[in-house]
């Protein structure tokens, strides 16, 4: 109960800060905290699947004969640029990855059988815009029910439910700008937080009333990450990280050598985990920035051979896991950095260009470090320490430069993947 109590306070102190902001929906209707939404309980409910963009899963290994097992095809045959994200459709605590929720280019937001990738019937799920839905979406459970957070090429921030109904009471929100990477959930109030490409920084209401928006001179397209006390961090096109409290109030800044179009990752203490250890940015000159939670700098390595900024080198997010930060580039290359350096371990140039995000499964007893391709190609690296061991090459026959993923569901692991031919595949 004081548990309960003390955060109908937080939420109570918070909402009362935004009223100076103007914390309503233009029509009267006031920023709302009742029944905040939380995170689902899928293996993989957002981008990058955790709040902190980590992208990382204690998973079992893929079969060394893994292949494409079921496949979508968009009767639009546009390119998929969503990356899709698993549900269970419905506020079921237990992750059993029933549903592939996916956002398309013709502005249809798909809900497909995990099984099978058949898409359900409308009677289950049915939601379309007007304009593409460029963003990988956010599962989460609010009301009992099941919930998506997403954006499209307009500029509206959507909620709907598990059949693809708004959700109350002003969803959705225009944001005036393309909705950036995807957008984060606060783990304490259930604020939603978007970046926007009409250079704004959005915080919205659990009601759809927007909280704040914080504007830049240029545009935002990464997706923020979340501290466990509801801190989000966030960069873009001006070359600045930034850290804000929940309600919007800037608590620090720091400048990049290059705009940041991938995610920042925040490294938790494993023995307390609401603690923050460092967050970690890569900016598109391939420049690596570890960054106490303060905002205090402890130090910043340029990661390539490339003296030059804003060259486009690096836009795929990366993964952490094990003190070790996974960094893919345009060139094709991987890099397994040492966190508490900044220096790599080692590299390995694969085909094609990165630009989905990296993604790390965790055996227990090994890593698999996997990267989507412009090539056609899911690779699998194992990271055998000092080196990379054997590449594992998965064929999807169309370049993939959305996020991937990731099911352990049934006691095996499953890749879903987006591509530029208009399909989502399971491999397993």
Not at 20 to 43: E, T
Not at 85 to 105: E, F, H, K, P
């Amino acid at each position: 109960m004081g548990g309960q109590l003390s955060k109908i306070v937080h939420a109570a102190i918070l909402c009362l800060g935004t009223l100076a902001l103007g914390c309503n929906s233009g029509g009267g209707i006031r920023c709302s905290f009742d029944q905040p939404a939380r995170l689902a309980a899928s293996s993989w409910p957002k981008f990058q699947r955790d709040l902190q963009n980590t992208g990382a899963i204690p998973a079992p290994r893929l079969h060394p004969q893994a292949q494409v097992r079921a496949q979508f095809a968009d009767p639009s045959g546009l390119p998929f640029a969503s990356g899709p994200v698993l549900g269970n459709g419905g506020a079921s605590t237990t992750s059993v990855d029933s549903r592939v929720y996916v956002g398309s280019a013709s502005g249809r937001l798909y809900a497909l059988a995990s099984s099978t990738l058949t898409p359900l019937g409308s009677a289950e799920f049915s939601f379309s815009t007007a304009s593409a839905i460029r963003t990988t979406p956010l599962v989460a459970i609010r009301q009992d029910a099941e919930v998506l957070f997403f954006g499209n090429e307009s500029g509206f921030l959507y909620a709907v439910t598990q059949t693809g109904s708004p959700q109350p009471q002003v969803w959705p929100l225009n944001t005036g700008g393309a909705i950036g990477l995807a957008p984060a959930l606060n783990p304490l109030d259930g604020t939603v937080y978007a970046t926007s490409a009409a250079n704004a920084f959005y915080g919205v209401c659990p009601n759809g009333v927007r909280r704040f928006a914080n504007t830049s001179i240029a545009a935002f397209v990464s997706a923020p990450a979340m501290t466990p006390d509801g801190k989000a961090v966030y960069g873009g096109d001006d070359r600045i990280l930034r850290m804000e409290r929940g309600d919007g109030f800037l608590l620090w800044s720091l400048s990049l050598a290059a705009p940041l179009r991938s995610a920042p990752v925040i490294e938790l203490d494993e023995e307390q985990p609401e603690t923050v250890r460092a967050i970690y940015a890569v900016d598109t000159s391939g420049r690596l920035f570890k960054v106490s939670a303060g905002g205090q700098l402890i130090y910043s390595t340029a990661l390539l051979d490339d003296s030059r900024t804003d060259t486009g080198l690096v836009s795929a997010s990366p993964a952490l896991r094990k003190g070790r930060l996974y960094v893919a580039t345009t060139g094709g290359d991987l890099l397994a950095v040492d966190t508490g350096t900044g220096t790599p371990v080692w590299s390995l140039s694969l085909g094609g260009e990165a630009h989905g995000s990296i993604v790390v499964l965790d055996h227990g007893d090994g890593l698999s470090i996997t990267v989507p391709s412009s090539d056609g190609n899911i690779y699998v690296v194992p990271d055998l320490g000092p080196t990379p061991g054997g590449v594992q090459a998965l064929s999807v026959g169309a370049p993939v430069r959305t996020p991937l993923a990731v099911s352990v569901a049934e006691e095996r692991t499953a890749l879903f993947v987006s591509d530029d031919a208009g399909r989502v595949s399971r491999i397993e």
